[in-house]
């Protein structure tokens, strides 16, 4: 998952009238990071509106395992740790390898067979009857959770402000050279 700086009349731009692009890029790209950085600070509202509070229930399992009081999408902090800046010559981008931030990022349902769950977690601990077998197989329901969108991944005017000034910045400081 990225978000990236697309703007294929700046891109050619600078293809043409700036020397150093890296630079630029660089700028570019760490501008963009910190302003997702931001996004964990203020749970999203300095993009809009606020994220979606956590439901009770995740509050209480984060209170049992001593990770609330906290913020929303840091109970571990893994998921803000793994946001990274990148570049090239002609792109900047921030981005996550994690397998759960799109869903975060963007909202969702997860679909989860509870069977299937309770099979795994009983023949691991201890092995079921044929009539336990039967008995949960009859419960074996889908279950779904809804994910609420917390767009963490999302720039805001200011953000996009900051970048068009660094790239009047550059081209200003390459004419002079």
């Known amino acids: 998952m990225n978000n990236e700086f697309k ?3 700046i891109i050619e731009l600078l293809k043409n009238k ?4 890296s630079k630029l890029m660089v700028a570019i790209a760490e501008t963009m990071r910190s302003a997702v950085l ?3 600070e203020t749970e999203g509202s300095r993009i809009g509106k606020p994220w979606q509070r956590l439901s009770h229930q995740t509050i209480k399992q984060r209170e049992k395992k001593g990770y609330w009081p906290g913020k929303i999408l840091q109970k571990t902090g893994q998921l803000k740790r793994s946001i990274i800046s ?3 010559e002609d792109y900047a981008q921030v981005s996550t390898n994690l397998i759960y931030a799109a869903i975060q990022n963007y909202g969702g349902v997860i679909h989860r067979s509870t069977l299937k769950t309770y099979l795994k977690r009983k023949i691991n601990l201890n092995p079921l009857t044929k009539s336990q077998l ?3 197989a009859g419960s074996n ?3 779904s959770i809804r994910i609420p969108a917390r767009p963490f991944m999302q720039l805001n005017n200011q953000d996009i402000e900051k970048i068009k000034k660094k790239i009047i910045e550059a081209l200003s400081a390459d004419r002079q050279d």
């Open 38 to 40: 931001k996004n964990f």
């Open 7 to 9: 703007s294929p009349e």
């Open 134 to 136: 039967q008995y949960k």
């Open 86 to 88: 990148s570049y090239g």
């Open 18 to 21: 700036l020397s150093n692009k």
């Open 141 to 143: 329901k889908m279950s």
